[in-house]
């Protein structure tokens, strides 16, 4: 497996992680993102290292430190929400609405039957998500749709609760939040991909990436939208 650079300076890369791929080694063991650490030293000394975290089944855009300073700068950058993110999500169901704002706060709980998962709650931490419907194809209860979000705050399975609880459909193929009423039958994995990504720099250009459309989103019947305009200035979020 070859990982694709999508972005590349002195101090960031931006690739585009393979669905299935854990960032962190799972704690069972198995293949994991460290795997591939020495092609993407891309001849630098110091392996890079994750600034953030993508579900094992979220493909798309992951930002890499190339060293200990960049690792600080970004991690700051996250905090004072100056990286902006678009994600694409396919979900059985089309909204009555074309776009919107879901604001749900998040808290985790867990059980020994079912584990731990993410739930809405007003005593949770806040967390906004931006949407739009890019795409809807079929017709009854067979509706398929195509959604961009827009996220502004990065809670755990964000917006694989926000779809749930906000648009009334989990993510198609998400094993911990559906299916729903014989949703997510026969999809790969959960389908959300890391679209963009921007991260604002003071006194340097923005690092911006794209990941191309998946493969699988196309075998879902969904078509690829033309990219987003991503912003390059501070408050990119």
């Known amino acids: 497996m070859t990982i694709p650079i999508l972005y590349e300076d002195g101090e ?3 690739i585009d992680k393979p669905a299935g791929l854990p960032v962190d080694r799972p704690k069972r063991g ?50 004072d929400r100056l990286v902006g993110k678009t994600y694409l999500a396919i979900i059985d ?11 749900l706060s998040l808290s985790k709980i867990s059980s020994a039957e079912k584990g731990w998962r993410m739930i809405a709650a007003k005593k949770g931490k806040p967390a906004v998500s931006h949407w739009e419907l890019i795409e809807t194809i079929g017709e009854g209860d ?16 964000q917006l ?26 026969g ?13 604002a720099r003071e006194g340097k250009t923005a690092i911006t990436a794209y990941a191309p459309f998946p493969e699988d989103f196309v075998r ?7 990219p987003p305009e991503m912003p390059d200035g501070p408050g990119v979020t």
């Open 30 to 79: 198995g293949p994991a993102l460290w795997d591939h650490i020495e092609e993407l030293k891309l001849g630098f000394q110091r392996p890079p290292v994750a600034v953030h975290r993508l579900d094992t089944d979220t493909s798309g855009c992951l930002l890499l430190a190339r060293n200990p300073k960049a690792l600080k700068r970004f991690n700051k950058a996250f905090e």
């Open 142 to 157: 067979k509706r398929r749709s195509l959604i961009r979000f827009r996220p502004e705050t990065g809670r755990t399975h």
């Open 93 to 103: 169901f089309e909204p009555s609405e074309r776009s919107g704002t879901i604001e």
């Open 160 to 185: 694989r609760v926000h779809a749930l609880q906000g648009l009334g459909a989990p993510l198609l193929g998400d094993p911990v939040y559906g299916p729903v009423r014989g949703q997510n039958k």
């Open 220 to 226: 879902a019947g969904l078509t690829a939208p033309p």
């Open 187 to 199: 999809a790969p994995r959960t389908m959300l991909h890391a679209e963009t990504l921007t991260v």
């Open 12 to 14: 960031a890369l931006v």
